[in-house]
């Protein structure tokens, strides 16, 4: 699988490139200046990380240009301190998501794995199961058009479920994954928020869409 990486900082792209290069993935890193020359040299590539720099025009610049070049090439942008607004136009503007500095580089492989096991196919700035809805820039989870109030890391958890719906997910993906902290097989706490998240999500409802998979993890279904 090949990487684009491009950005005006060199020295994190370069750190991003040895790290994809650990994971076993070919990687070029472009100057985002030299971005465009990049892509219509080289048709090969499986996806693009774009560490742009908003708010200002530049950045929305450098997404514009890659979409315009390659319009299947699945995109994500890195950037920091950006509002609301700003992310939905990433997505707008053909981003297929986006990851908010600072970061840990696991949840931006996963993503990358995410997008490539899909083929590229856009995200939608709101994840729909049935009727649970959340909203990836705002950050709200409802259920049947009713808020669901959730801690930062029942949030993550639930998002990560969504983002997997149907897949069967382990306790150490979630602590990878969802929560970017090492995996501890000796607690429980992965256990603990899955049934604070159920019971939030699922106990008023008919349908139940969180399920557990005795001694292998949890799913998210219809």
């Known amino acids: 699988m090949r990487i684009l ?3 005006s900082d060199l020295a994190h792209c370069r750190l991003l490139k040895q790290s994809f290069h650990d994971e076993d993935y070919e990687i070029n890193v472009s100057r985002d200046t030299e971005l465009g020359r990049s892509l219509e040299e080289e048709n090969g590539y499986n996806v693009a990380i774009l560490d742009i ?7 929305f610049e450098v997404l514009q240009q890659v979409r315009a070049i390659r319009q299947q090439l699945p995109i994500i942008v890195l ?12 997505l707008q503007m053909g981003a297929n998501d986006f990851v908010l500095k600072p970061y840990a580089f696991s949840e931006l492989s996963a993503r990358v794995q995410a997008l490539l096991h899909c083929n590229g196919s856009l995200i939608q700035a709101v994840l729909r199961v049935q009727d649970l809805e959340l909203d990836q820039v705002a950050r709200k989870v409802t259920r049947a058009g009713q808020v669901i109030g959730l801690t930062p890391k029942e949030y993550l958890l639930l998002e990560y479920l969504m983002r997997n719906v149907g897949r069967l997910v382990t306790r150490e993906q979630v602590m990878e994954h969802a929560w970017n902290l090492s995996y501890d097989a000796q607690t429980n706490v992965v256990d603990v928020y899955i049934s604070h998240v159920r019971n939030k999500v699922d106990a008023q409802a008919k349908c139940k869409l969180i399920r557990t998979v005795r001694g292998v993890g949890y799913q998210l279904r219809p």
Do not use: C, D, N, Y
């Not at 720099?53 to 950045?59: D, H, I, Q, R, S």
């Open 53 to 59: 720099t908003l708010p200002g025009p530049k950045g």
């Open 79 to 90: 950037t920091r301190h950006a509002q609301r607004e700003e992310l939905l136009q990433i």
């Open 5 to 7: 990486v491009s950005g």
